[in-house]
Nanobody, 119 residues
Framework: HVQLVESGGGSVQAGGSLRLSCAAS????????MGWSRQAPGKERERVAS???????KYADSVKGRFTISLDGAKNALLLQMNSLKPDDTAMYYC??????????????WGQGTQVTVS
């Protein structure tokens, strides 16, 4: 069984920072595509960042330059460093993974989500 568990969410003032973590079990980080998506009430789900098994990263224009996605192989975790947070970043953030080496397809594995609130 693949399990993804997010942590690190919370409430922060505009301009502040948070680091989200996604601990994986039954799946080795770096073996396939992994990413972070977010969804705010009444809005569509948005892919904010991804990283494939070769280290290639992609970011949504809305977060580029402020967010950084990375892997922690020692902890088998996916990370998302979020700086210069804005109220529009308020959403539930979800970790996702796939067996595919390159990103672009569907994510079959998802975490439960962690809430980020920026005021």
């Amino acid at each position: 069984h693949v399990q993804l568990v997010e942590s690190g969410g919370g409430s922060v003032q505009a301009g502040g920072s948070l680091r989200l973590s996604c601990a994986a079990s039954g799946y080795t980080v770096g073996s396939g595509c992994m990413g972070w998506s977010r969804q705010a009430p009444g809005k569509e789900r948005e892919r904010v960042a991804s990283i494939d098994r070769y280290g290639n990263t992609k970011y949504a224009d809305s977060v580029k330059g402020r967010f950084t996605i990375s892997l922690d192989g020692a902890k088998n975790a996916l990370l998302l460093q979020m700086n210069s947070l804005k109220p529009d970043d308020t959403a539930m953030y979800y970790c996702a993974a796939a067996r595919t080496s390159w990103c672009g397809g569907i994510y079959p594995y998802w975490g439960q989500g962690t809430q980020v609130t920026v005021s």
